[in-house]
T-cell receptor, first 116, second 115 residues
Framework: ETGVTQSPTHLIKTRGQQVTLRCSSQ?????VSWYQQALGQGPQFIFQ???????GRGNFPPRFSGLQFPNYSSELNVNALELDDSALYLC???????????????FGAGTRLSVL | AQKITQTQPGMFVQEKEAVTLDCTYD???????LFWYKQPSSGEMIFLIY??????QNATEGRYSLNFQKARKSANLVISASQLGDSAMYFC????????????FGSGTKLNVKP
């Protein structure tokens, strides 16, 4: 167990709706990253939060947004859901030390979102 | 260009045998990190092993070892003495020092361990 928890585990929404996914980081971790994993593919980086500020973003439109709270937990919000948003959404936490490439990310079990 | 390439969509291995999962990467950053993760059907990505670009020795963690060939830009995962519980998806990932907030994943390899 990594200590990273995500909720809910499964979610069904319809096109056009909005959704909020939640992530609780591993104790002591100050950085949270979110990933989208479509069926049969590797995870794609959405964005990262470090000390409550967005700290990098992948190729995702602005309708994907997030928050990080003072306790380092995080939310991913997706507006105007599209069918292609159906995927497993993974949250990963890490402790940023020197900000180098070696910080290990620990993942939660994900939220499986289905958009109908 | 793809940052991480995993060319084996699926692999079979007999229980107790060793297996190598291939990974090649593409970067011009001299400082980078390479990671392997295991993803069982439950969905959680489990960290297995890490190799830094400046590390002189290949990383090992229990039954996992990373065959790092820098000139070839390859970072193959070797699992020794395969167990039935090793059946899962395996992902290779990379982070560059100049872009350290992004993790690049490959498309994964599905490993099936046969009894």
């Amino acid at each position: 167990e990594t200590g990273v928890t995500q909720s809910p585990t499964h979610l069904i929404k319809t096109r056009g709706q909005q959704v909020t996914l939640r992530c609780s980081s591993q104790s002591g971790h100050n950085t949270v990253s979110w990933y989208q994993q479509a069926l049969g593919q590797g995870p794609q980086f959405i964005f990262q939060y470090y000390r409550e500020e967005e700290n990098g973003r992948g190729n995702f439109p602005p309708r994907f947004s997030g928050l990080q709270f003072p306790n380092y937990s995080s939310e991913l919000n997706v507006n105007a859901l599209e069918l292609d948003d159906s995927a497993l959404y993974l949250c990963a936490s890490s402790l940023r030390l020197a900000g180098g490439p070696g910080d290990i990310q620990y993942f939660g079990a994900g939220t499986r979102l289905s958009v109908l | 260009a793809q940052k991480i390439t995993q060319t084996q969509p699926g692999m079979f291995v007999q229980e107790k045998e060793a297996v190598t999962l291939d990974c090649t990467y593409d970067t011009s950053d001299p400082s980078y990190g390479l990671f392997w993760y295991k993803q069982p059907s439950s969905g959680e990505m489990i960290f297995l092993i890490y190799q830094g670009s400046y590390d002189q020795q290949n990383a090992t963690e229990g039954r996992y070892s990373l065959n790092f060939q820098k000139a070839r830009k390859s970072a193959n995962l070797v699992i020794s003495a395969s167990q039935l519980g090793d059946s899962a998806m395996y992902f290779c990932a990379m982070r560059e020092a100049n872009n350290f907030n992004k993790f690049y994943f490959g498309s994964g390899t599905k490993l099936n361990v046969k009894p």
